[in-house]
């Protein structure tokens, strides 16, 4: 995925540092929220939002305080806390507990190399052959988006040629020296679980980890349980859309499609109660950050010590979040990605309503951004037009006046098209080195898009237009 996927304000997933241990039943409170306030909370922030579906879920302890849905799907159905929708990096949890599950049988050595497990698997550095399978969870094995051709292994038809895909890459430092979030770790992740069961990688999530879990409408490709078209948003308009072209069936990193209703079950067993997959040690070992980073295996690790992780891919949001301490879990998922990611406010608000505080209002973050943006988008047609018009008497007057004071003024309408050249690489900088493509900006960051190719368009009419103008009055030669 960009994963996938890039998010303005999504980076790599660092957190304050702290061990989440599994709890014991007795450490956990009795339930401070009632069904009720969960869903006022959850009302007011699907029609705050506006988003056009979304589904949540409240465990505590072994039990779901709270399970439904707001909104509707692409096919207009109503959403309810069984619809499936795409969690995207979400899905880097379930492959975690995939991997711990052949720990624990002997099939994987989890601090044995990659390369001396998964037949197949090589890079154009000496360095790989020493990557383990832990730093693969960890996100420390020096895989990066930087080093590593991630819009090449996009067009992999499988795990397994994805991996292969990896021969002609590099690693971008020391396997377990440094962490860097990358989608590749849990893909060849995933591809290991092939190898080690002789199992395709959605043959065993089926058979050992939703089934067991009694996880229904769960599956790692959309044939299997098919969402509906996720949305963007434009200008206040949400727009049904496909997912963006890329390797998302059997993505270890984000093709999982799952409901809140199975959510529950799978919050339920990773906070240590109800049917187990792995032994206690295993799960705390998954909860654990590692030296480098306060990262554990698809879990970030708060500094309070709760459990988190985010996922957004270019038409779907989702969170989940555990706090061992209290012994509640949430999950949000969403049919609709823009610029404001509404499942992470949202889990923060329902945090703070399970622990008995007043969440904040839900905001407007989208609408107010996406006004700021349209009104910029109608400055920029606005000056074009007058700027095109006004070309014939600017040129006029700049007759006979140095060219290089003239030359400069007319580049000055050319600095939103280059801004808008180096758009893809300027998010990607700012969403620390993850790769963000032509493409993919076309979709969460629709709004923003439109408004940066509005005014590289009228910029470039009005230069081009006082060109024409200077020529014909003589003064560029």
């Known amino acids: 995925m960009r994963t996938k996927s890039a998010r303005l304000t ?5 957190v304050a540092a702290a061990a989440a241990a599994v709890p014991s039943p007795a450490a956990a409170a009795e339930p401070q929220a009632s069904p009720e306030a969960i869903d006022a ?8 939002s506006g988003v056009p579906g979304l589904s949540a879920v409240v465990t505590h302890e072994d039990e779901v305080v709270f399970a439904g849905g707001y909104g509707h799907d692409s096919n207009g159905e109503d959403i309810t806390e069984d619809t499936p929708m795409r969690v995207a990096s979400v899905s880097k949890s379930f492959t975690a507990m995939a991997v711990m599950i052949l720990v624990e049988e002997g099939a994987i050595d989890l601090d044995g190399t990659v390369a001396g497990q998964l037949p197949g698997f090589a890079m154009a550095d000496d360095r790989a052959a020493e990557v383990t399978v832990r730093q693969l969870l960890n996100q420390t094995s020096g895989f990066s988006d930087t080093s590593i051709d991630v819009v090449d292994l996009e067009a992999a038809a499988s795990l397994e040629e994805y991996v292969s895909r990896l021969g002609d890459d590099a690693l971008a430092a020391d396997p377990g020296t440094a962490y860097a979030y990358c989608n590749v770790n849990f893909d060849v992740a995933a591809r290991l679980v092939e190898v080690a069961s002789g199992q395709s990688f959605a043959a065993f999530m089926r058979e ?7 996880m229904e409408h769960s599956a790692t490709r959309d044939e299997d349980v098919m969402p509906g078209l996720g949305y963007n948003s434009l200008f206040g308009l949400w727009i049904a859309r ?31 109660h109800g049917e187990q997959l792995v032994s206690p040690e295993g799960l705390q070992e998954m909860h654990t950050p590692s030296a480098i980073q306060e990262y554990g295996m ?58 008995g505080e007043a969440p904040e209002e839900p905001a ?20 074009g037009v007058l700027g095109v018009r006004r070309s014939r008497r600017w040129a006029e007057k700049r007759a006979g006046r140095r060219r290089w004071v003239t030359g400069l003024r007319v580049a000055a309408w050319l600095i939103p098209a280059a801004v808008f050249a180096a758009y893809p690489s300027l998010v990607s900088l700012i969403s620390a080195g993850r790769t963000v493509t032509w493409p993919s900006v076309w979709y969460f960051a629709l709004p923003l898009s439109v408004t940066l190719l509005v005014a590289a368009l009228s910029g470039a009419a009005v230069a081009v237009a006082r060109v024409v103008r200077l020529r014909s009055v003589g003064s560029v030669a």
């Open 364 to 383: 407007r973050d989208r609408q107010l951004w996406e006004v700021v943006l349209g009104a910029l988008c109608l400055v920029a047609i606005g000056l």
């Open 242 to 272: 496909e997912e963006a072209p890329g390797f998302i069936d059997d993505s270890g990193s984000g093709g999982i499609i799952t409901s809140a209703a199975d959510m529950g079950t799978w919050l339920i067993s990773q906070g240590g």
């Open 41 to 48: 909370y959850l009302s007011e922030l699907a029609e705050t």
């Open 208 to 214: 050992r980890v939703f089934g067991p879990l009694g």
């Open 298 to 355: 698809g879990w970030a690790v708060e500094s309070d010590g709760t459990l988190v992780h985010s996922g957004n891919l270019m038409t779907y949001n989702a969170v989940e979040w555990i706090d061992p301490e209290s012994g509640y879990g949430i999950a949000l998922l969403t049919n609709g990605a823009g610029l404001a990611d509404v499942t992470y406010a949202g889990m923060e608000g329902l945090a703070a309503v399970v622990n």
């Open 10 to 14: 999504v980076a790599a997933l660092a």
